[in-house]
Every structure is written in structure tokens, then in C-alpha cells.
């Protein structure tokens, strides 16, 4: 479905950035934990999980190329942009920390981009619908496997149960930004191209209550949420992982396998 | 000729024309014949299935002398993707076509693709496959019966989630302890 003006198509390529960048950068984050995982099972996962992340964010740049029409290709997007033109959430890009505090990451998300992901089944955008319909039947697979851990860190030993709550403080900070709207945001809505992430929190609170509940943790709320990744205002971590994600196309420009 | 379709829509039936097809593939339209070319191909991580048996060959349409064949991955960043692309184009043209791959994602490849032929061959390689449907709605850490490939026992136990690949899980017989892989049911 082509965009009508050049500037919902401004307002799509917006949304399909923040959206592959998203993905990509938490499946890069992921993917630091091949070879470091706590048991083989989990050094299976990780990357498992990184694949479909970086999977998804393919798609996306790829659909963000031929719609900003300004001939760049999905690694041109992923590789070529600086810092402050990466427009993820904060959330994705924050270090790995211990296993607690992945796991919770990766739970939150999940349970963040499950409803996303639903609502986007039904977009007017064609191409959207089919990347949803694929990503959504992924992401469940992700929930249950963070949501497991998150059990049974939670409901585990002293120490187990010490770091996910340590986790619960550190990311708590962070989960307020997935939820923002803007202009982009509205537009998109209004468009019945995807939802307005603010409509989800409802969905989000329905996936992570019980989870808390069964593990025994308690939601922390923060007075001061982060934010700024939508306008690529980020934090010291994202500098490095670009420094290393974009290495090879920096030195080499244009290089292939 | 136009555009003749074969679709995937009855893999079972594909199957089983496949199996006929001995006497000779002079009769067969160039749609049929290049579909057969295709369907041959092995995936490159399970390979005692076929990409047909596995539902990710979804058609070949000639398209004039070209002959266009719809691949559909099972996972968004399966890195077997390009190699099952790869092999389809070899394939198709080594049976004299000029070959074209699209890759669909809509609809979403579903484990109900598997043919019937594809879940036993998986079985009897030592793959559990995947439950009959996909069910829709998945209950958090719903328990799904699965049955060992080896022994046929229901007693298994899930080691992981995710196994040597993004489509498979890992298992453990309780009965004659082996591991075994699931072909996870999406």
C-alpha cells in the first residue's frame, strides 16, 4: 500500500525506524550473550530469540528503505546511521547485567510487542499486517521463556530472588517510554496502520501481573521515567554497541560477504 | 500456456502425484514439472523432510518461460532462508527453467503445513513433530503432550524452549531417557 503524501510517508518511515531499531538493537544485546549464557539450554535460546529479533528488524528496514525512497538499504540503515538517528526505545539498548535483569528485559518487551504486534494483524498497511502476523506467533515463544525465568528467579533462592528484584529497580525507570505517544504515533493510529502504543499498557499489565504474581515480586513504580530514545537522545551504552554492530560497514564500506 | 499455478494448498495430494510420477514426466504440464523440481529440495537442517513436506514451498506459477517459485520462511530470521532459496534455484534450473524466488511472509507459515508424509519422516529421524494444530491461543506455560520419537512414550519432560534451531525445542524422555528434539508447534 503506498503511502498518499510524502508526508505520511515520512511519518511510516518514523514509525518502521523506531520499530526496526527497536528489534535490532535488543537483538544485538542478545546476541552478547552467545558463548556467556549460565547453561548450554540458555546459550541455545539467547540467540534464538536474538534471530528473531534481528529477523523482525530486517523486515522492517528493509520496508523503511522502499518507503523513504531515498535508495538505502537495510544495511545502509542498520549500519550507516549515527547515534542520535537511532530512535529505539532505552530500554533495548541498556547493558545485559546479569541473567535477572535480561531476562526481565526481554520479558517486558515481549509483553510490550505482544499486543503491538496483535493490533498490527489487522493494519490497513498490507505489508505490516503480514511482518505482524509472523512476529506476533515469535514473540509468544519469547514471553513464556522470559516469563518462565522470571518465576522462577523470582521465586527461587535468596540470591535469585535478590537480583530480580534488583532488576525490577533498574529497569522499572524504563518501561513508561514504550507506552509514549506523539505525533507519529496518532498519526499512525489514526491511519489504522498500528496501534498507539498508549493504548496497550492494559495488555502489557495483563501479561506481567500474573507472572509477578507467581514470583512473588511486587511492581515498583518510579517517579522519574526515562526517556528521549524516540528522538535519539541516548544513553552512554548505545555508543558502544553501534561501535561494535557497525564496525565492519564503517571500515569497509559497501562490504559484502 | 498462461499462467498455470500449482498451488501447495494440497501438499498431500502433491505427495502422492509425486509418487506416481514414475512412468514418466513427458505428460506433465511445465507448472507440474517445475513444482516436482522444487519440491525436491531438501531442507538444509532437517534433511530427511522436503521444503514441500514442510509447507515452505507454497507454489510455482510459470510466468512465460519463467518459472516463479513462492518460499515462505518458518521463523522471520531463520538463517536457512537463503540457503533453501539457493537450492530451489539450482534445482529449478538444472530441470532446464529460468527460475525466480519470492519470498512471501503473509499468511505466516503455520506447523499445520507439515504434511502428514513430512510429520512421520520427522519422527522417524529422531524429531518429535509438532502437536497436530497450532492452537491460536497460548496459554503462559501451557503444557503440551509430546510424545518421544524413539519410544513412542508421552512421559518427556521440556529441557528448553529453544533447541538447536529457532523451530525446534528440547526434550528429555523420562522412560528411555534419551533427548530428543520438538518441532515446536506454531
Known sequence: MAPASSLSRETLTALL??????????????????????MLEEDLAMPNMALDLIGQARSL?????????????????????????????????????????????QFYFAAFMQPFWQAMMTSTDERLAGIAAKAEKEVAYHIRHAGEWVVRLGDGTEESTRRMKAAVEALAPYVDELFESDEVTRAMAE????????????????????????????????????TGGRQGRHGEALGFLLAELQYMQRTYPGMTW | MGNTVVNASFPQSAGQSARQAGEGQSH??????????????????IPAVTIADLGILRGVEM?????????TPTYTGCPA?????????TALREAGFEPRI?????????????????REKLRAYGIAPPAN??????????????????????????????????????????????????????
Open chain 2, 133 to 186: 494444530a497450532s492452537n491460536s491461543i497460548r496459554a503462559l506455560f501451557g503444557e503440551t503432550e509430546v510424545a518421544c520419537p524413539r519410544c513412542g512414550s508421552l512421559e518427556t519432560a521440556r529441557i528448553s524452549e529453544f533447541g538447536s534451531t529457532a523451530c525446534k525445542a528440547l526434550y528429555r524422555c523420562q522412560t528411555c531417557h534419551e533427548p530428543f528434539d520438538y518441532f515446536k508447534c506454531i
Open chain 2, 63 to 71: 510466468e512465460g518461460d519463467v518459472a516463479v517459485a513462492r518460499v
Open chain 1, 17 to 38: 525506524l523506531r520499530l526496526a531499531d527497536d528489534h535490532l538493537v535488543l537483538g544485538h544485546r542478545l546476541s552478547e550473550w552467545c558463548g556467556h549464557a549460565p
Open chain 1, 61 to 105: 528496514y528493509q520496508y523503511a528503505g522502499e518507503v523513504d525512497g531515498k535508495g538505502r538499504d537495510e544495511d545502509q540503515l542498520a549500519y550507516m546511521r549515527r547515534e542520535r538517528e537511532y530512535v529505539n526505545c532505552l530500554m533495548a539498548e541498556r547493558q545485559n547485567g546479569d541473567f535477572a535483569h535480561t531476562m526481565l528485559r
Open chain 2, 102 to 118: 519470492e519470498r512471501v511472509i503473509s499468511p505466516a507459515w503455520t506447523t499445520d503445513w507439515i504434511t502428514a508424509e513430512g
Open chain 1, 191 to 226: 491511519a489504522g496502520i498500528a496501534p498507539d502504543p498508549s493504548t496497550l499498557r492494559s495488555a502489557f499489565d495483563a501479561i506481567v501481573g500474573p507472572v509477578f504474581a507467581e514470583a512473588g515480586l511486587e511492581w515498583v513504580e518510579t517517579p522519574y521515567g526515562q
Open chain 2, 81 to 89: 532462508v537463503l540457503a533453501i532459496e539457493l537450492a530451489v534455484e
Open chain 2, 28 to 45: 506433465l504440464s511445465q507448472a507440474e514439472r517445475a513444482y516436482r523440481a522444487a519440491a525436491a529440495v531438501v531442507d538444509p537442517e
